[in-house]
Protein backbone atom coordinates (compact mmCIF):
# COMPACT_ATOMS: atom_id res chain seq x y z
CA UNK A 1 0.00 0.00 0.00
CA UNK A 2 0.74 3.50 0.18
CA UNK A 3 3.43 4.42 2.45
CA UNK A 4 3.06 6.98 4.93
CA UNK A 5 6.62 5.63 7.20
CA UNK A 6 6.08 7.14 10.31
CA UNK A 7 3.80 9.63 10.16
CA UNK A 8 0.23 7.93 10.67
CA UNK A 9 -2.73 9.82 10.64
CA UNK A 10 -4.04 10.60 14.01
CA UNK A 11 -7.94 11.17 15.27
CA UNK A 12 -7.95 12.02 18.84
CA UNK A 13 -11.62 12.10 20.22
CA UNK A 14 -12.72 12.37 23.44
CA UNK A 15 -14.17 10.17 25.63
CA UNK A 16 -17.66 8.91 25.44
CA UNK A 17 -17.50 10.06 22.13
CA UNK A 18 -18.53 8.90 18.40
CA UNK A 19 -15.74 8.51 16.26
CA UNK A 20 -15.22 8.35 12.76
CA UNK A 21 -11.88 6.57 11.07
CA UNK A 22 -12.32 6.95 7.61
CA UNK A 23 -10.46 5.07 4.12
CA UNK A 24 -9.99 5.72 0.43
CA UNK A 25 -9.29 1.86 -1.56
CA UNK A 26 -7.39 1.59 -4.70
CA UNK A 27 -9.48 -1.59 -6.52
CA UNK A 28 -12.51 -0.58 -8.03
CA UNK A 29 -12.63 -4.66 -8.24
CA UNK A 30 -12.61 -5.19 -4.70
CA UNK A 31 -15.73 -6.69 -2.83
CA UNK A 32 -15.13 -7.35 0.29
CA UNK A 33 -13.57 -4.91 3.00
CA UNK A 34 -12.45 -5.71 6.75
CA UNK A 35 -11.83 -3.16 9.54
CA UNK A 36 -8.58 -4.11 11.94
CA UNK A 37 -7.99 -3.37 15.63
CA UNK A 38 -4.29 -3.05 15.81
CA UNK A 39 -3.19 -2.29 20.12
CA UNK A 40 1.37 -1.91 20.53
CA UNK A 41 2.81 -5.41 20.42
CA UNK A 42 0.12 -7.42 19.03
CA UNK A 43 -1.26 -8.36 15.75
CA UNK A 44 -4.11 -7.03 14.12
CA UNK A 45 -7.37 -8.03 15.84
CA UNK A 46 -10.33 -8.16 12.83
CA UNK A 47 -13.61 -5.84 14.01
CA UNK A 48 -16.11 -5.89 11.24
CA UNK A 49 -16.12 -6.54 7.76
CA UNK A 50 -18.69 -5.70 4.78
CA UNK A 51 -19.42 -6.96 1.17
CA UNK A 52 -20.42 -4.99 -1.88
CA UNK A 53 -23.39 -6.12 -1.51
CA UNK A 54 -24.13 -4.09 1.46
CA UNK A 55 -23.26 0.01 2.41
CA UNK A 56 -23.98 -0.43 5.87
CA UNK A 57 -23.34 -3.16 8.43
CA UNK A 58 -23.21 -2.67 12.16
CA UNK A 59 -21.69 -4.66 15.10
CA UNK A 60 -21.83 -4.12 18.73
CA UNK A 61 -20.65 -0.57 18.68
CA UNK A 62 -19.24 -0.65 15.60
CA UNK A 63 -21.10 0.37 12.44
CA UNK A 64 -19.32 0.05 8.57
CA UNK A 65 -20.46 2.36 5.83
CA UNK A 66 -19.46 1.56 1.80
CA UNK A 67 -19.79 3.98 -0.69
CA UNK A 68 -18.72 1.89 -3.83
CA UNK A 69 -18.88 5.11 -5.94
CA UNK A 70 -16.08 6.72 -4.67
CA UNK A 71 -14.46 4.10 -3.23
CA UNK A 72 -14.34 5.05 0.28
CA UNK A 73 -14.95 2.61 3.46
CA UNK A 74 -15.43 4.93 7.01
CA UNK A 75 -15.77 2.94 10.77
CA UNK A 76 -17.52 4.37 13.09
CA UNK A 77 -17.00 3.79 17.03
CA UNK A 78 -20.17 4.80 19.03
CA UNK A 79 -19.64 5.73 22.97
CA UNK A 80 -15.47 5.12 22.54
CA UNK A 81 -13.35 4.09 24.96
CA UNK A 82 -10.17 3.70 26.37
CA UNK A 83 -9.50 0.68 25.46
CA UNK A 84 -10.59 1.77 21.46
CA UNK A 85 -7.11 3.25 21.41
CA UNK A 86 -5.28 1.85 18.91
CA UNK A 87 -4.20 1.99 15.19
CA UNK A 88 -6.86 1.17 12.96
CA UNK A 89 -6.75 -0.40 9.36
CA UNK A 90 -8.88 -0.96 6.60
CA UNK A 91 -8.18 -3.78 3.84
CA UNK A 92 -9.85 -5.02 0.81
CA UNK A 93 -9.80 -8.11 -1.43
CA UNK A 94 -11.15 -10.01 -4.35
CA UNK A 95 -13.15 -12.90 -4.00
CA UNK A 96 -12.06 -15.86 -6.02
CA UNK A 97 -12.28 -18.65 -3.92
CA UNK A 98 -9.20 -17.92 -1.78
CA UNK A 99 -9.03 -14.43 -0.74
CA UNK A 100 -5.90 -12.04 -0.74
CA UNK A 101 -6.12 -9.13 1.40
CA UNK A 102 -4.28 -5.95 0.88
CA UNK A 103 -4.24 -2.98 3.91
CA UNK A 104 -4.51 0.13 3.53
CA UNK A 105 -2.70 3.06 5.21
CA UNK A 106 -3.95 2.98 9.40
CA UNK A 107 -5.09 5.38 11.26
CA UNK A 108 -4.61 6.20 15.02
CA UNK A 109 -7.36 6.64 17.13
CA UNK A 110 -6.39 8.43 20.41
CA UNK A 111 -9.15 8.39 23.05
CA UNK A 112 -9.10 11.22 25.84
CA UNK A 113 -10.07 10.49 29.29
CA UNK B 1 -7.90 -21.73 21.94
CA UNK B 2 -4.54 -21.20 21.90
CA UNK B 3 -4.78 -18.80 18.86
CA UNK B 4 -2.13 -18.19 16.08
CA UNK B 5 1.36 -18.77 18.30
CA UNK B 6 4.29 -17.22 16.89
CA UNK B 7 8.18 -17.16 18.06
CA UNK B 8 10.69 -15.89 18.88
CA UNK B 9 8.73 -12.93 20.05
CA UNK B 10 11.71 -10.61 19.46
CA UNK B 11 14.94 -11.09 17.57
CA UNK B 12 18.19 -8.96 17.29
CA UNK B 13 20.78 -10.08 14.76
CA UNK B 14 23.76 -8.62 12.54
CA UNK B 15 23.51 -8.32 9.24
CA UNK B 16 24.11 -11.34 6.76
CA UNK B 17 23.26 -13.69 9.53
CA UNK B 18 20.31 -16.14 8.74
CA UNK B 19 17.09 -16.07 11.06
CA UNK B 20 13.95 -18.38 11.16
CA UNK B 21 10.81 -17.18 12.57
CA UNK B 22 8.13 -20.07 13.65
CA UNK B 23 4.00 -19.97 13.59
CA UNK B 24 1.75 -22.63 14.96
CA UNK B 25 -1.74 -21.75 13.28
CA UNK B 26 -5.08 -22.40 14.81
CA UNK B 27 -6.36 -26.25 14.67
CA UNK B 28 -7.96 -26.76 11.70
CA UNK B 29 -6.89 -23.71 9.98
CA UNK B 30 -6.02 -24.48 6.35
CA UNK B 31 -4.86 -21.30 4.91
CA UNK B 32 -1.74 -19.52 6.40
CA UNK B 33 -0.52 -16.57 5.88
CA UNK B 34 3.21 -14.93 6.26
CA UNK B 35 3.11 -10.88 6.00
CA UNK B 36 5.82 -8.38 6.84
CA UNK B 37 4.84 -5.08 8.39
CA UNK B 38 7.27 -1.98 8.85
CA UNK B 39 7.01 0.67 10.96
CA UNK B 40 3.84 3.30 10.66
CA UNK B 41 2.47 0.75 8.07
CA UNK B 42 -0.14 -1.88 7.33
CA UNK B 43 0.82 -5.33 7.09
CA UNK B 44 2.34 -6.76 3.28
CA UNK B 45 1.84 -10.57 2.13
CA UNK B 46 4.80 -12.42 1.81
CA UNK B 47 3.65 -15.83 1.32
CA UNK B 48 -0.32 -17.76 1.69
CA UNK B 49 -0.81 -21.63 1.72
CA UNK B 50 -3.66 -23.63 1.16
CA UNK B 51 -2.74 -26.94 3.33
CA UNK B 52 1.13 -27.84 2.72
CA UNK B 53 0.84 -26.05 -0.98
CA UNK B 54 2.13 -21.85 -1.57
CA UNK B 55 -0.35 -20.61 -3.38
CA UNK B 56 0.89 -16.67 -3.67
CA UNK B 57 4.40 -16.51 -2.87
CA UNK B 58 4.65 -13.49 -5.44
CA UNK B 59 5.96 -10.92 -2.88
CA UNK B 60 8.45 -13.39 -1.45
CA UNK B 61 11.93 -12.19 -1.79
CA UNK B 62 12.91 -15.78 -2.88
CA UNK B 63 16.87 -14.61 -3.23
CA UNK B 64 17.23 -14.62 0.26
CA UNK B 65 13.50 -15.37 1.64
CA UNK B 66 12.15 -19.13 2.14
CA UNK B 67 8.99 -20.49 4.07
CA UNK B 68 8.11 -23.97 4.31
CA UNK B 69 4.51 -25.66 5.53
CA UNK B 70 5.59 -29.31 6.67
CA UNK B 71 2.27 -31.28 7.02
CA UNK B 72 0.21 -28.46 6.24
CA UNK B 73 0.03 -27.27 9.97
CA UNK B 74 3.29 -25.42 11.09
CA UNK B 75 5.05 -23.09 9.29
CA UNK B 76 8.63 -21.76 8.84
CA UNK B 77 9.63 -18.37 7.35
CA UNK B 78 13.93 -17.71 7.41
CA UNK B 79 15.91 -15.16 6.25
CA UNK B 80 19.20 -15.84 4.76
CA UNK B 81 21.17 -13.81 4.90
CA UNK B 82 19.26 -10.95 7.03
CA UNK B 83 19.66 -7.51 5.48
CA UNK B 84 19.71 -3.79 7.48
CA UNK B 85 16.46 -3.40 5.82
CA UNK B 86 14.16 -6.59 6.94
CA UNK B 87 13.49 -4.97 10.21
CA UNK B 88 10.00 -5.33 10.62
CA UNK B 89 7.16 -7.12 12.12
CA UNK B 90 6.92 -10.54 10.85
CA UNK B 91 3.15 -11.45 11.45
CA UNK B 92 1.70 -15.28 10.93
CA UNK B 93 -2.56 -15.39 10.15
CA UNK B 94 -4.40 -18.42 9.61
CA UNK B 95 -7.81 -18.57 8.79
CA UNK B 96 -10.23 -21.00 6.83
CA UNK B 97 -11.17 -20.12 3.59
CA UNK B 98 -12.62 -16.81 3.95
CA UNK B 99 -10.66 -13.73 4.93
CA UNK B 100 -11.62 -13.32 8.42
CA UNK B 101 -8.15 -13.89 9.25
CA UNK B 102 -6.59 -14.78 12.61
CA UNK B 103 -3.04 -12.38 13.63
CA UNK B 104 0.05 -14.23 15.82
CA UNK B 105 1.33 -11.22 17.84
CA UNK B 106 4.17 -11.52 15.48
CA UNK B 107 8.24 -11.59 15.55
CA UNK B 108 9.87 -8.00 16.16
CA UNK B 109 12.78 -8.39 13.73
CA UNK B 110 15.76 -6.29 14.58
CA UNK B 111 18.92 -6.34 12.14
CA UNK B 112 21.87 -3.91 13.33
Known amino acids: GESVGLHLPTLSVQEGDNSIINCAYSNSASDYFIWYKQESGKGPQFIIDIRSNMDKRQGQRVTVLLNKTVKHLSLQIAATQPGDSAVYFC????????????FGTGTKLQVIP | EAGVVQSPRYKIIEKKQPVAFWCNPI?????LYWYRQNLGQGPELLIR????????DSQLPKDRFSAERLKGVDSTLKIQPAELGDSAVYLC??????????FGSGTRLTVV
Open chain 2, 49 to 56: YENEEAVD
Open chain 1, 91 to 102: AESVSGGYQKVT
Open chain 2, 27 to 31: SGHNT
Open chain 2, 93 to 102: ASSLVTASYT
